[in-house]
């Protein structure tokens, strides 16, 4: 889903990572104005990793039979919902 609103950042990276990902760029047929694209799809990735360790975090004190269990009672409510919802 393509936002048409953007906003302008500033950033500074070493000159190393500069040519790396110019490099990496020119590589696989891209051309300048799509490093803005790369560096918004880098970002989405760092973010949900940050989020799923964030998650995990809280998660890391269950055993694994009660997180199996916090599984199969989420889905199970999930598709009662959706189940409920299509009716």
Same mark, same amino acid.
């Given at each position: $889903?393509?936002? #048409?609103?953007?906003?302008?950042?500033?950033?500074?990276?070493?000159? *190393?990572?500069? &040519?790396?990902? @110019?490099?990496?760029?020119?590589?696989? =047929? $891209? *051309? %300048? =104005?799509?490093?803005? *694209?790369? &560096?918004?799809?880098?970002? %989405?990735? @760092?973010?949900?990793?940050?989020?799923?360790?964030? /998650? @995990? =975090? *809280?998660?890391?004190?269950?055993?694994?039979?009660?997180? #199996?269990?916090? &599984? !199969?009672?989420?889905? =199970?409510? /999930?598709?009662?919902?959706?189940?409920? !919802?299509?009716?």
């Amino acid at each position: $889903m393509p936002d #048409d609103a953007t906003t302008r950042w500033t950033v500074s990276v070493s000159r *190393k990572t500069d &040519i790396a990902v @110019r490099t990496y760029l020119a590589a696989h =047929g $891209m *051309k %300048k =104005g799509d490093l803005s *694209k790369f &560096i918004e799809e880098a970002v %989405k990735w @760092r973010v949900l990793d940050q989020t799923l360790a964030e /998650a @995990r =975090g *809280k998660f890391a004190d269950l055993s694994v039979d009660a997180l #199996d269990r916090l &599984i !199969e009672d989420a889905v =199970g409510a /999930a598709r009662s919902d959706r189940t409920t !919802e299509s009716a």
